[in-house]
């Protein structure tokens, strides 16, 4: 068992379908949602049982590399959902060296809006836009942190 770390969460990339990395994800996190229904039983009686699960992505992008934001816009305004094949998540520990990585594919972006241009009086702002979408595939661990004692 390794000691309890500092752990971080790290990186993001988002890749298109030919494998290529999509850059500029500043941020990004993967939810799992779960729909519950009441299920009635002879001897236990009423239990909730898990009707639905989806997982819901949100993702940061800076404007600085805007390919997907592009790529977004292009889809939607031809009445076309934009899907991400998949994106890798990692969480690090620097001090053990150990990392978990978790891939989500075909995710459905479904954003209720997109920035295409903004400028604020200030300027001091980076260019960002949030795009939210989700997948019905479950996720896949491609690495697993130990488990870490107190």
Avoid at 11 to 33: A, H, R, S, W
Wanted: charged letters at 30%; aromatic letters at 8%; glycine letters at 6%.
């Amino acid at each position: 068992m390794a000691i309890a770390r500092d752990i971080k969460l790290k990186n993001c990339q988002i890749y298109d379908e030919n494998g290529d990395p999509i850059f500029g994800t500043l941020e990004g996190k993967m939810v799992l949602k779960v729909e519950y229904g009441d299920t009635n039983r002879l001897q236990k009686g009423k239990i909730q049982t898990v009707n639905d699960w989806h997982v819901e992505v949100t993702l940061k992008i800076t404007a600085t590399n805007a390919a997907l934001k592009y790529y977004c816009v292009e889809q939607l305004t031809q009445g076309k959902t934009p899907v991400l094949p998949f994106l890798i998540g990692e969480t690090l520990d620097k001090e053990a060296g150990n990392s978990e990585r978790v891939r989500i594919s075909n995710i459905v972006l479904n954003p209720d809006e997109i920035t295409l241009w903004e400028a604020k009086a200030d300027g001091n702002d980076h260019a960002t836009y949030d795009l939210k979408g989700m997948s019905i595939e479950k996720p896949d661990y491609l690495d697993e942190l130990p488990t870490y004692t107190e």
